[in-house]
């Protein structure tokens, strides 16, 4: 059975920094890509970043700079490191695992984390 548990969302000021983790069993962890999506209210759900089995990563746009995606093979969890927030950047952030050959967007999900930057 895989579960992905998302842990560290909350309520900061704009500026501020958040961590957000990802534990996740039931996958072959170092074998998945991970990922990190967000969905804002009204809004479809968008990719923020992903790292490849290997350690590549992948950012959207408006992250880029100020976000950074990690993974610990060793303790199958993925963290992301959100620097200078901005109010923008509220949503609900979910964790995304998928195997190699399966399309972005598929795969197994956690709950969401809500993230709440005010101004």
């Known amino acids: 059975q895989v579960q992905l548990v998302e842990s560290g969302g909350g309520l900061v000021q704009a500026g501020e920094s958040l961590r957000l983790s990802c534990a996740a069993s039931g996958v072959i962890f170092r074998l998945n890509v991970m990922g990190w999506y967000r969905q804002a209210p009204g809004k479809q759900r968008e990719l923020v970043a992903f790292?490849?089995?290997?350690?590549?990563?992948n950012y959207t746009d408006s992250v880029k700079g100020r976000f950074t995606i990690s993974r610990d093979n060793a303790k199958n969890t993925v963290n992301l490191l959100m620097n200078s927030l901005k109010p923008e950047d509220t949503a609900v952030y979910y964790c995304n695992s998928r195997g190699a050959g399966v399309v972005s967007g598929y795969g197994y999900w956690g709950q969401g984390t809500q993230v709440t930057v005010s101004s």
């Open positions: 790292i490849t089995p290997d350690g590549n990563t």
